[in-house]
């Protein structure tokens, strides 16, 4: 079995910063594309960003020029760099990864999410 635990949220003003981290553990023979997704209240999940395991990324127009993912190999870890946040980030953001299990099944895994409050 393969768990993501997130870390990182919180509370920021307006124009401020957070770091997310995601690790994943549990028998893990490899992990292919990783991402973070949120979902406000009110609204459907929705993608924020994707990285592959070749470190290409994907961005989600409103975030572009701000979020940075990033990931570390050897620590099964995706980080989020957000920066110059509003209020319209506030959400809850879930870490999201496309894994291989030690026994070759091919599983999709979530993180708890983790809560992102923008004050103005």
């Known amino acids: 079995q393969v768990h993501m635990v997130e870390s990182g949220g919180g509370s920021v003003q307006a124009g401020g910063s957070l770091r997310l981290s995601c690790a994943a553990s549990g028998s893990i023979r490899e992990i292919n594309a990783m991402g973070w997704y949120r979902q406000a209240p009110g609204k459907q999940r929705e993608l924020v ?25 050897d620590k099964n870890t995706v980080y989020l ?12 953001y879930y870490c999201n990864a496309q894994a291989v299990s030690s026994i070759g099944r091919y599983l999709e895994v979530w993180g708890q999410g983790t809560l992102v409050t923008v004050s103005s």
């Open 49 to 73: 960003a994707r990285i592959t395991s070749g470190r290409s990324t994907i961005y989600a127009e409103p975030v572009k020029g701000r979020f940075t993912i990033s990931r570390d190999n």
């Open 81 to 92: 760099q957000m920066n110059s946040l509003s209020p319209e980030d506030t959400a809850v």
